[in-house]
């Protein structure tokens, strides 16, 4: 089955470290995405990515970092940085970033701090 | 700036108790707003896109409408497996503040039905 797989499902961080969240996609999707959300908030975007090598920062980017060595995968890195990376954290894609068509997510990725 | 309001925040009803959620939106141009339904623990899974006013889409007791200012979900008979939380979310038609055709969520609304 086609699909978005995170990993892993729960994660701790401990002062001072930098944690890497995995997201694979076998959609064939150019897109993908970062959001994070948070208890009573509406989803918000952290990073986005039309091509390999390419991303783009999204209305909260501080403290988070990723890469895109090849289009099935797009992992982020929550730094020591973010101060406040208690969350839970999806990953989506979608055909283009300029298409309107929907994106898909994830099953996510809960960070908690230790 | 774009904004999604959802309303209410949470909605309880009994298995068979017909209601509808809202979505309003104020956006500079609409180029598509799309219904998620999100259970606790995992991530939102697609329900419907609407592109245009006057718009409808239907899945099982589900189904998705569509204003100008306003999207409604109505649930007709709903089953205690409906109850998760649902979302709504736009994209915009003009690319503002850098980020491309980027989606806004709401904050959602949490469906419970009991038995």
């Known amino acids: 089955d086609g699909g978005i797989t995170q990993s892993p499902k729960y994660l701790f961080r401990k002062e001072g470290q930098n944690v890497t969240l995995s997201c694979e996609q076998n959609l064939n999707h150019d897109a993908m995405y970062w959001y994070r959300q948070d208890p009573g908030q509406g989803l918000r975007l952290i990073y986005y990515?039309?091509?390999?090598?390419?991303?783009q920062k999204g209305d909260i980017a501080e403290g988070y970092s990723v890469s895109r060595e090849k289009k099935e995968s797009f992992p982020l890195t929550v730094t020591s940085a973010q101060k406040n990376p208690t969350a839970f954290y999806l990953c989506?894609?979608?055909?283009?970033?300029?298409?309107?068509?929907?994106?898909?997510f994830g099953d996510g990725t809960r960070l908690s701090i230790l | 700036e774009d904004q999604v309001t959802q309303s209410p925040e949470a909605l309880r009803l009994q298995e068979g108790e017909s209601s509808s959620l809202n979505c309003s939106y104020t956006v500079s141009g609409l180029r598509g707003l799309f219904w998620y339904r999100q259970d606790p623990g995992k991530g939102p899974e697609f329900l419907f896109t609407?592109?245009?006013a006057g718009e409808e889409k239907e899945k099982e007791r589900l189904k998705a409408t569509l204003t100008k200012k306003e999207s409604f979900l109505h649930i007709t008979a709903p089953k205690p497996e409906d109850s998760a939380t649902y979302l709504c979310?736009?994209?915009?038609?003009?690319?503002?503040?850098?980020?491309?055709?980027?989606?806004?969520f709401g904050k959602g609304t949490l469906l419970t039905v009991n038995p």
């Open positions: 989506a894609s979608t055909w283009s970033i300029y298409s309107n068509q929907p994106q898909h």
């Open positions: 979310a736009v994209q915009a038609r003009e690319n503002s503040g850098g980020s491309n055709y980027k989606l806004t």
């Open positions: 990515s039309q091509i390999v090598n390419d991303f």
């Open positions: 609407l592109y245009s």
